[in-house]
């Protein structure tokens, strides 16, 4: 599919599309430091559990978790509400619980034990996730893309605590130079941080002596990565247009969907797929999701998509969203690609942002 006809692909079928949002969960999240989904690591436990419930009920509904306290912001489920609210696609949106600490009070998704069997162990460990569940997980997601409607443009979001040093710890298991150029929730990225577990996370599978990406998984990977390469490889095979709506970590399930492809495969995957995040991911002075695209691309020899939605916080009266103009919160839970799915239905970027501010002032006086 050409880049052009993935766009009218999106244009005329979002108001068939569908919303996968992904939760899962990794010890990595607990380490002093590394996340600032959530103020501490007892917080981050919530914070999946809680964006699930804001996603589908929205802001001021007497959730049942409320959201974990941030250093600053409020969390961009509240953008995703908004999007899918005034889209009318809330009905179109699913929620899977691949093993959290706390599961959501909402309707959702649990896979069996085998296969949310609990948060992904440190990615220091190398010992991250049991290959028997990287194979369950993979083997769920391939089985739901085979059966996916291609008239049924599919977006995939995820709420991962650590995820972003998941993602650097998968892409340069794969052997991509990420080192720097991965995002976080932090407002300055862990670099240092984040680099010293991946270290000692691949010193085990160098020891294997394995580059296979399931072998990756296994050792530094997290759950969300291993259903959604499952999931983009099958249903980009049976023609369906696939957004992946994040940053860092949506750039790490390319890559694992791409190198676990047919190399025959990759480049009819790669023309089937965009990956779409905020100006606060792409603007950011601290990482460069366009350069680690570039060399996805040229590891793999493809032409990664990246769209950058257009939605700003600048006029905002609540000071929550101007914290995203300040790098408090940049992306997440899908944020970034139903901003840009906003704009594929017509809409203004600037009706967007007022609708965020009216919907931050109810979010119970967090705003």
Request: net charge neutral.
């Amino acid at each position: 599919m050409a880049p052009d006809r993935w766009r009218a692909a999106l244009q005329q079928g979002w108001p068939a599309s569908r919303t996968l949002l992904l939760l899962a969960a990794t010890d990595t999240a607990a380490v002093p430091g590394i996340s600032a989904a959530g103020a501490t690591p007892e917080a981050r436990l919530g914070t999946a559990a809680a964006d699930a419930e804001l996603l589908l009920q929205g802001p001021g509904a007497g959730r049942a978790h409320a959201l974990p306290p941030l250093p600053a912001g409020v969390s961009p489920a509240l953008i995703s509400h908004v999007v899918l609210r005034e889209l009318g696609l809330l009905e179109r949106t699913r929620v899977v619980d691949l093993g959290c600490a706390v599961a959501p009070s909402i309707p959702h998704l649990r896979l069996p034990a085998g296969e949310s069997a609990g948060p992904a162990r440190c990615l220091s460990t190398g010992l991250a996730l049991d290959p028997a569940r990287v194979a369950a997980l993979l083997q769920r997601g391939r089985s739901w893309g085979e059966r996916w409607n291609p008239a049924e443009p599919l977006l995939l979001a995820e709420c991962v605590p650590g995820g972003t040093t998941t993602a650097l710890a998968v892409l340069q298991g794969l052997g991509l130079e990420a080192a720097g150029l991965v995002s976080g929730s932090l407002r300055q990225p862990a670099h240092g941080l984040k680099a010293a577990l991946v270290r000692r996370g691949l010193a085990v599978v160098a020891a294997a002596g394995e580059a296979d990406p399931r072998a990756v998984l296994a050792a530094v990977g997290d759950p969300m990565q291993a259903l959604a390469a499952g999931l983009v490889g099958a249903a980009t095979a049976r023609g369906t247009p696939v957004l992946l709506a994040g940053g860092s970590q949506m750039a790490a399930v390319l890559a694992l969907a791409l190198a676990l492809a047919e190399p025959a495969r990759r480049q009819e995957l790669a023309s089937q797929v965009g990956l779409a995040t905020t100006a606060w991911v792409a603007e950011e002075p601290g990482s460069d999701l366009a350069l680690l695209l570039e060399r996805i691309g040229a590891h793999w020899q493809v032409r990664p998509r990246l769209e950058v939605a257009a939605l700003r916080f600048h006029g905002c009266g609540s000071a929550a969203l101007r914290d995203y103009e300040r790098g408090y919160v940049k992306e997440g839970v899908g944020a970034g690609g139903l901003a840009l799915l906003w704009e594929l239905a017509g809409r203004s970027p600037a009706v967007l942002a007022a609708a965020c501010d009216e919907a931050c002032r109810l979010e119970l006086g967090v705003c």
